[in-house]
């Protein structure tokens, strides 16, 4: 039966007007920072109307869309200023234990996924294994019924705010890089863990590091077999190889800076010259066209079980690029006012001050998630061969 | 390497222009090709005579000729002039698309090729036995022979379009080879008679025709751009793989390699702001022609920074005309300023009243090329 994917549109517009609170809306719309808060009221509202996991199949309490709803699902969230979807656990680790969890870790971890009992970090990152994952050292021993964690992870987003860590750990030296490696879940309340700010660029805490220290962990937190975890690792990195976010957030983004640009220029009424970030603007906006038609092209090939390609890592570039440029944009247009009230004591608004913290932690595009040198060395891979 | 580069309109109108080009690509043009290979009958109607054909047809031929580097005005020729026909009364309509269709003449538009065909360079006087046309035209396509020429023209504040014989037309001020190859001349028509008949259309008719003209222009300049990039790449990385410094393939370098790559994602962006243009035009989307300003400035940044980063990576073979990358970086700078460069396109966009386009989800097509 095919899909009327028009309706299904319609329908999400329709609902999603009228749920999602006009205070997240605002916190969205002004291109603030979404915190666990946001995320989580939204969530909640979005699981009782049955739409917690987009991603997910129904059997494990999703929806069963397809990867082109998921698309729609995304742009009309971001037309209409919702936030996105916390990633961590519904598009990470949820996955994960549905595809290599024991019945008895579904039943434990995914309920309180979809209602956002529980909130989700990542521990794949170490300070000696950036790029480079199958280097990591931070190493679990089995003692009776525990794993005992010891080592630490960094870069760490929103670990200071989760209830639960998803983490790689070394539970053999003996095999190669790759091998001896295991997914460990793990409760941030466990006696051991220590996390310790980051502080960023952008004045935002999100970053942290977390250490470990003879950390016991109950041994049925082991997800898969032990020394598989690469084997989960890459599922989990392909899976997310398309977020259908991404594209519909830089719309929204694009539409923002524009209306920034507009305001900023009539404000300065002449003083300032905005000839040249309505230009860059145009520019940005042509981008994000082609973006949207790779993401479709790329949505196409997955449903089709066509291979992807290279696209992932052009629309990863592409994507990180034209938002480090719109923020850029946004920076011009607000710098003069805003640059010298960067963070506000609590309970102040200083509104264009976002801008400069967007800015900045725009910078992050290009790194997380695999750097634009890397992406770039996987195209050039293709093109020219190893 | 080949599935890096799928084509954006693939089919036999591709093949044959692709297999022509390529047999072509080191012989000086002799006739007139264009109109013997029957091109110019595929946007004219079938009642016509023509092929009945779209301009997802065209810009097959467009594709592949581009893709072996050969210059043939097949826009004005084959798109430019055929739409600006359809503007006169049937009757005229049909018998000048009839001969169109079968090369029986040969028409060509007076249009500078750095300008839109909605853009008046000659004014026309109405007088008592006809009209008089005066103005200058620069840079007129005239790689191939002409009996005839279009020309737009503005007649007491509206819009026109003449036809007029090359013989009244005359002789060219001057004669020049153009930036991509192709030969290009300047008219100046001082007080030219001509018979009222000479005027087929006037007004919405001509506006509208004029319009239409435009934006096929345009949106053929557009995948002659794709199609040239993606050759560009194609000759960069073959050159990369088999050029040897040092004792090791150029492809080896780091930083070679990751220029490529931005190469190739400046291409797939420009590749899906095409599609995306072919389906505006397709669904006769209400804002397409600001949607192919806003491809015109876009691809013009891509396409001269990859041209400039081509000739870079080719070393000294970079700036010799024997090399196809490099008469393809040119052909890519000199696509550029067709049909209005980007400078004059921000400058419209920027006029306009500012906008936020109404964001929609377009599934209608998803295979890659815009078939």
Redesign the interface.
């Given at each position: 039966m095919s899909i009327d994917?028009a309706g299904f549109?319609r329908e999400l517009e329709s609902f999603v007007r009228g749920a999602c609170p006009p205070e997240i809306r605002a916190v969205v719309a002004a291109g603030q920072k979404i915190t666990k808060r946001e995320y989580q009221a939204w969530q909640q509202i979005l699981n009782a109307q049955g739409w917690g996991a987009p991603s997910w199949p129904r059997e494990a309490g999703g929806t069963g869309w397809d990867i082109?709803q998921r698309?729609?699902f995304e742009?009309v969230m971001a037309?209409n200023d919702c936030p996105p979807l916390y990633h961590h656990g519904l598009g990470h680790i949820g996955p994960v234990i549905i595809r290599f969890g024991t019945p008895e870790q579904k039943a434990r971890f995914l309920p309180r996924i979809l209602d956002g009992s529980d909130w989700w970090c990542q521990g794949y990152s170490e300070p000696g294994s950036g790029s480079d994952l199958a280097s990591l050292s931070t190493s679990a021993r089995l003692d009776g019924d525990a794993w005992v964690v010891n080592g630490q992870k960094i870069w760490t987003s929103h670990a200071h705010e989760a209830s639960m860590i998803y983490m790689l750990v070394r539970t053999s030296k003996e095999a190669k890089k790759q091998e001896g490696i295991s997914l460990l879940l793990v409760p941030m309340d466990t006696p051991g863990i220590t996390v310790r700010p980051i502080q960023t660029i952008d004045g935002w805490h999100h970053l942290n590091e977390v250490f470990f220290d003879e950390v016991r962990v109950r041994a049925d937190n082991l997800v898969g077999e032990v020394g598989k975890g690469w084997t989960c690792a890459k599922f989990l990195l392909e899976r997310e190889r398309l977020p259908p976010a991404n594209v519909a957030r830089l719309?929204l983004m694009r539409?923002q800076v524009?209306?920034l640009v507009?305001e900023a220029s009539r404000a300065a009424a002449g003083l300032r010259d905005f000839?040249g970030l309505?230009?860059k603007l145009?520019?940005c906006?042509?981008?994000v066209?082609?973006?949207?038609?790779?993401m479709?092209?790329a949505?196409?090939d997955l449903i089709h079980q066509r291979p992807l390609?290279?696209?992932p890592s052009?629309i990863k570039?592409?994507c990180a690029d034209v938002a480090q440029r719109l923020t850029t944009i946004a920076l011009d247009a607000v710098g003069p006012d805003a640059a010298h009230r960067f963070l506000a004591e609590a309970g102040d608004d200083v509104p264009d001050a976002t801008w400069i913290q967007n800015y900045m932690f725009t910078r992050a595009r290009t790194i997380a998630g695999g750097t634009s040198?890397v992406?770039?060395?996987v195209?050039?891979n293709?093109?020219?061969?190893a | 390497m080949s599935t890096s580069f799928p084509s954006l309109f693939p089919g036999m109108l591709l093949d044959a222009a692709s297999r022509y080009a390529e047999d072509h690509i080191v012989v000086a043009i002799q006739g007139d090709p264009v109109r013997e290979l029957g091109w110019t009958a595929t946007l004219v109607p079938e009642e016509a005579g023509g092929v009945g054909g779209s301009l997802s047809d065209l810009a097959s031929i467009v594709e592949g000729l581009a893709t072996h580097g050969l210059q043939l005005p097949v826009v004005e020729t084959c798109a430019v002039v055929p739409l600006l026909l359809q503007a006169a009364g049937a009757e005229t309509a049909h018998r000048w698309l009839e001969a169109v269709a079968e090369g029986s003449v040969q028409m060509a538009p007076l249009t500078a090729l750095s300008a839109t065909p909605d853009v008046n360079a000659v004014t026309a006087r109405h007088l008592d036995i006809g009209y008089e046309l005066s103005g200058t035209v620069q840079g007129v396509d005239a790689t191939l022979p002409a009996t005839h020429y279009l020309v737009p023209a503005q007649v007491d504040g509206e819009d026109a379009i003449f036809l007029v014989d090359a013989e009244r037309i005359g002789a060219p001020k001057a004669r020049y080879r153009t930036m991509e190859g192709r030969v290009g001349a300047d008219f100046v028509l001082a007080q030219l008679a001509v018979p009222e008949s000479a005027c087929i259309a006037r007004g919405a008719a001509a506006r509208d025709a004029r319009a239409k003209a435009t934006d096929a222009a345009l949106l053929l300049t557009a995948a002659d751009t794709v199609a040239a990039l993606a050759t560009l790449i194609r000759q960069t990385v073959t050159h990369l793989k088999e050029r040897r410094q040092f004792g090791v393939a150029l492809s080896s370098f780091q930083v070679l390699r990751h220029r490529v790559a931005d190469m190739y994602v400046k291409y797939l962006g420009a590749k899906g702001l095409v599609i995306h243009c072919f389906n505006d035009y397709e669904q006769d989307a209400p804002d397409l022609r600001r949607t192919l300003r806003l491809a015109k400035v876009s691809l013009a940044e891509s396409a001269r920074a990859c041209a400039e980063a081509a000739i870079q990576m080719h070393g000294g073979m970079g700036v010799s005309e024997e090399v196809l990358a490099t008469r393809t970086a040119q052909r890519l700078i000199a696509s550029e300023f067709r049909y209005g460069d980007r400078l004059l396109h921000v400058a419209y966009l920027l006029a306009l009243a500012p906008q936020a386009s109404a964001p929609h989800v377009s599934f209608s097509n998803q295979t890659g090329s815009v078939r």
């Amino acid at each position: 039966m095919s899909i009327d994917y028009a309706g299904f549109r319609r329908e999400l517009e329709s609902f999603v007007r009228g749920a999602c609170p006009p205070e997240i809306r605002a916190v969205v719309a002004a291109g603030q920072k979404i915190t666990k808060r946001e995320y989580q009221a939204w969530q909640q509202i979005l699981n009782a109307q049955g739409w917690g996991a987009p991603s997910w199949p129904r059997e494990a309490g999703g929806t069963g869309w397809d990867i082109r709803q998921r698309l729609i699902f995304e742009e009309v969230m971001a037309e209409n200023d919702c936030p996105p979807l916390y990633h961590h656990g519904l598009g990470h680790i949820g996955p994960v234990i549905i595809r290599f969890g024991t019945p008895e870790q579904k039943a434990r971890f995914l309920p309180r996924i979809l209602d956002g009992s529980d909130w989700w970090c990542q521990g794949y990152s170490e300070p000696g294994s950036g790029s480079d994952l199958a280097s990591l050292s931070t190493s679990a021993r089995l003692d009776g019924d525990a794993w005992v964690v010891n080592g630490q992870k960094i870069w760490t987003s929103h670990a200071h705010e989760a209830s639960m860590i998803y983490m790689l750990v070394r539970t053999s030296k003996e095999a190669k890089k790759q091998e001896g490696i295991s997914l460990l879940l793990v409760p941030m309340d466990t006696p051991g863990i220590t996390v310790r700010p980051i502080q960023t660029i952008d004045g935002w805490h999100h970053l942290n590091e977390v250490f470990f220290d003879e950390v016991r962990v109950r041994a049925d937190n082991l997800v898969g077999e032990v020394g598989k975890g690469w084997t989960c690792a890459k599922f989990l990195l392909e899976r997310e190889r398309l977020p259908p976010a991404n594209v519909a957030r830089l719309e929204l983004m694009r539409r923002q800076v524009t209306q920034l640009v507009e305001e900023a220029s009539r404000a300065a009424a002449g003083l300032r010259d905005f000839s040249g970030l309505h230009h860059k603007l145009l520019l940005c906006e042509a981008d994000v066209k082609g973006a949207r038609v790779m993401m479709a092209q790329a949505t196409d090939d997955l449903i089709h079980q066509r291979p992807l390609g290279v696209q992932p890592s052009v629309i990863k570039m592409t994507c990180a690029d034209v938002a480090q440029r719109l923020t850029t944009i946004a920076l011009d247009a607000v710098g003069p006012d805003a640059a010298h009230r960067f963070l506000a004591e609590a309970g102040d608004d200083v509104p264009d001050a976002t801008w400069i913290q967007n800015y900045m932690f725009t910078r992050a595009r290009t790194i997380a998630g695999g750097t634009s040198e890397v992406q770039r060395n996987v195209v050039a891979n293709e093109l020219l061969g190893a | 390497m080949s599935t890096s580069f799928p084509s954006l309109f693939p089919g036999m109108l591709l093949d044959a222009a692709s297999r022509y080009a390529e047999d072509h690509i080191v012989v000086a043009i002799q006739g007139d090709p264009v109109r013997e290979l029957g091109w110019t009958a595929t946007l004219v109607p079938e009642e016509a005579g023509g092929v009945g054909g779209s301009l997802s047809d065209l810009a097959s031929i467009v594709e592949g000729l581009a893709t072996h580097g050969l210059q043939l005005p097949v826009v004005e020729t084959c798109a430019v002039v055929p739409l600006l026909l359809q503007a006169a009364g049937a009757e005229t309509a049909h018998r000048w698309l009839e001969a169109v269709a079968e090369g029986s003449v040969q028409m060509a538009p007076l249009t500078a090729l750095s300008a839109t065909p909605d853009v008046n360079a000659v004014t026309a006087r109405h007088l008592d036995i006809g009209y008089e046309l005066s103005g200058t035209v620069q840079g007129v396509d005239a790689t191939l022979p002409a009996t005839h020429y279009l020309v737009p023209a503005q007649v007491d504040g509206e819009d026109a379009i003449f036809l007029v014989d090359a013989e009244r037309i005359g002789a060219p001020k001057a004669r020049y080879r153009t930036m991509e190859g192709r030969v290009g001349a300047d008219f100046v028509l001082a007080q030219l008679a001509v018979p009222e008949s000479a005027c087929i259309a006037r007004g919405a008719a001509a506006r509208d025709a004029r319009a239409k003209a435009t934006d096929a222009a345009l949106l053929l300049t557009a995948a002659d751009t794709v199609a040239a990039l993606a050759t560009l790449i194609r000759q960069t990385v073959t050159h990369l793989k088999e050029r040897r410094q040092f004792g090791v393939a150029l492809s080896s370098f780091q930083v070679l390699r990751h220029r490529v790559a931005d190469m190739y994602v400046k291409y797939l962006g420009a590749k899906g702001l095409v599609i995306h243009c072919f389906n505006d035009y397709e669904q006769d989307a209400p804002d397409l022609r600001r949607t192919l300003r806003l491809a015109k400035v876009s691809l013009a940044e891509s396409a001269r920074a990859c041209a400039e980063a081509a000739i870079q990576m080719h070393g000294g073979m970079g700036v010799s005309e024997e090399v196809l990358a490099t008469r393809t970086a040119q052909r890519l700078i000199a696509s550029e300023f067709r049909y209005g460069d980007r400078l004059l396109h921000v400058a419209y966009l920027l006029a306009l009243a500012p906008q936020a386009s109404a964001p929609h989800v377009s599934f209608s097509n998803q295979t890659g090329s815009v078939r």
